[in-house]
């Protein structure tokens, strides 16, 4: 009787989760992009670049043109933003995205080869390494759900001699002031010494709480409705130098649906009851 019990309500609850897979819909999520083109691996959002002051720049995908989800650091660079509205979403950042989506707009996507472990402080010593908060491209990612979120960065030219990006997701937005010039992941070495990289607001200011971060163009994060969330991003070369070589990017972020996950927990204990069942009658 008990088995019974329990095999209706996992049914109860698989249904229910399908019910919500088929609820959310088509994907309604969208991209935002900094319209500033700046020389280098930059998006400033005000006229007066790293400077601060002058007049907000214009973006794309947000009302009227303004910056995205509140953000108000003067002097710092933001080139894109994405806003997931319902779980199970797909989207890129990219300029051919841009292109595509805003009329054939042009913005500036590109991360030098440096930014992550890339600036060999010692020659003599190849091995010690930092970045450079210079080469560092900026995103906000902010979900209207609690979901699981997927960023892949890629190259978008197969001849670019670049392989793997460094990213780090950070709890927050940057606040205050900036160091843009500023060193950072000193003595970052993957899988042998990463703390460099679990700091709060590395380039100064405040408003970030470290979250997680990889160095082989994948990271995943669970993201909870209505927090934003920061993303850094640049290459991971170890034979960089201090500014390198700009790079074009594209970055897919996935969102994967909460349901999704209730439907595969319900399916795994269908089937340990289903051996319970078949064990107890073999006895």
Do not use: C
Request: aromatic share 10%.
């Amino acid at each position: 009787m008990q088995q019974k019990k329990l095999v209706k309500a996992i049914g109860l609850a698989a249904t229910g989760a399908a019910m919500a897979l088929a609820a959310a819909g088509p994907a309604s999520a969208h991209v935002m992009y900094n319209t500033a083109l700046w020389s280098g691996a930059d998006g400033w959002v005000l006229s007066g670049g790293s400077s601060g002051g002058g007049t907000p720049v214009e973006w794309l995908g947000t009302p009227d043109g303004g910056l995205p989800m509140g953000f108000s650091a003067e002097n710092h660079a933001l080139n894109w933003a994405v806003m997931i509205h319902s779980a199970g979403q797909v989207l890129e950042v990219s300029a051919a995205h841009a292109a595509s989506a805003y009329n054939g707009a042009v913005v500036d996507l590109d991360t030098a080869n440096g930014a992550w472990g890339s600036w060999q402080v010692d020659p003599a010593n190849p091995t010690f390494t930092r970045g450079w908060a210079h080469n560092t491209d900026f995103g906000l990612i902010k979900s209207e759900v609690d979901t699981t979120i997927r960023l892949e960065v890629s190259k978008v030219n197969p001849e670019d001699n670049i392989f793997n990006y460094g990213i780090t997701v950070f709890e927050g937005m940057h606040t205050g002031a900036i160091n843009h010039h500023s060193a950072w992941n000193i003595g970052y070495i993957s899988g042998v010494n990463e703390n460099p990289a679990k700091v709060n607001n590395p380039f100064g200011g405040s408003g970030l709480t470290y979250l997680t971060h990889g160095d082989s163009s994948v990271v995943e994060f669970f993201a909870r409705a209505g927090q934003e969330y920061t993303v850094y991003l640049g290459g991971n070369d170890i034979n960089g130098d201090i500014f390198g070589i700009p790079y074009g990017y594209k970055v897919n972020v996935s969102s994967v649906p909460v349901p999704a996950a209730a439907w595969l927990f319900g399916s795994g204990l269908l089937g340990l009851v289903g051996m319970k069942r078949r064990k107890t009658q073999s006895a």
